[in-house]
């Protein structure tokens, strides 16, 4: 029991601070991915961001063996960690994350590792879809960033193709959308109100 309690506080520990340790934020990336990154299939982007950022990688890789395998105390820390890494991490790791938390929520990650018949004297409730209540808040926040980045995008394609002015009313709906963000990410983790751009940086420059 002492064993799992510090195995626990490990995980815990690891998602609080794995960005701060590979000095990779959402909010200071100096190096954002370019596109043609974000259209790789998943397991080249997966080897392009252990290349891009080692330390944040094999962070991400632990955290998810600890996400499939162990006691439920620490399964649910370690997705709560990689909840917490998606929130404050830039592309390619939050999409990465996000694929795997929506595996783990219908089973999928679970049955690919059946054949190590892990066995910790806990039921089937503890196994990868047992995690599913859990891990569905996580994803929805997830999913609400991605949304509100795809509408701006829309908008502004559509602005520039009709090389038409943004309205006060529209910018005022994307600021509401910016501040509700914010307020969702703030439930799961702490993030700088004044940095954090829930929309991604080139939706802002229509608000300077």
């Given at each position: 029991m002492a064993l799992q309690r510090l195995v626990q506080a490990a995980v815990w520990f690891l998602g609080e601070n794995a960005n701060y340790a590979a000095s990779e934020y959402a909010w200071e990336s100096a190096?954002?991915?370019?596109?043609?990154?974000?259209?790789?299939?998943?397991?080249?982007?997966?080897?392009?961001?252990?290349?891009r950022n080692p330390t944040l990688?094999?962070?991400?890789?632990?955290?998810?063996?600890?996400?499939?395998?162990?006691?439920?105390?620490?399964?649910?820390?370690?997705?709560?960690?990689?909840?917490?890494?998606?929130?404050?991490s830039g592309e390619p790791y939050r999409l990465q994350i996000y694929e795997f938390l929506h595996a783990l929520a219908l089973g999928g990650v679970q049955s690919n590792f059946s054949e190590l018949q892990l066995s910790n004297g806990e039921n089937q409730g503890a196994?990868?879809?047992?995690?599913?209540?859990?891990?569905?808040?996580?994803?929805?926040?997830?999913?609400?960033?991605?949304?509100?980045?795809?509408?701006?995008?829309?908008?502004?394609?559509?602005?520039?193709n009709s090389k038409q002015e943004w309205?006060?009313?529209?910018?005022?709906?994307?600021?509401?959308?910016?501040?509700?963000?914010?307020?969702?990410?703030?439930?799961?983790?702490?993030v700088p109100r004044a940095k954090y751009l829930p929309l991604g940086p080139t939706r802002y420059v229509l608000c300077m």
């Open positions: 190096t954002p991915p370019g596109t043609a990154l974000m259209m790789l299939d998943a397991d080249k982007m997966v080897a392009a961001a252990s290349s990688a094999s962070a991400l890789t632990r955290l998810q063996r600890c996400a499939f395998s162990g006691s439920w105390e620490i399964r649910i820390a370690a997705v709560q960690a990689l909840t917490t890494i998606a929130i404050r196994s990868g879809t047992g995690l599913g209540s859990l891990i569905s808040p996580m994803l929805k926040v997830l999913d609400e960033m991605y949304r509100g980045q795809d509408d701006p995008a829309r908008d502004i394609r559509q602005h520039d309205s006060d009313e529209e910018l005022k709906k994307l600021y509401e959308t910016h501040e509700r963000l914010l307020d969702f990410v703030s439930l799961f983790c702490f």
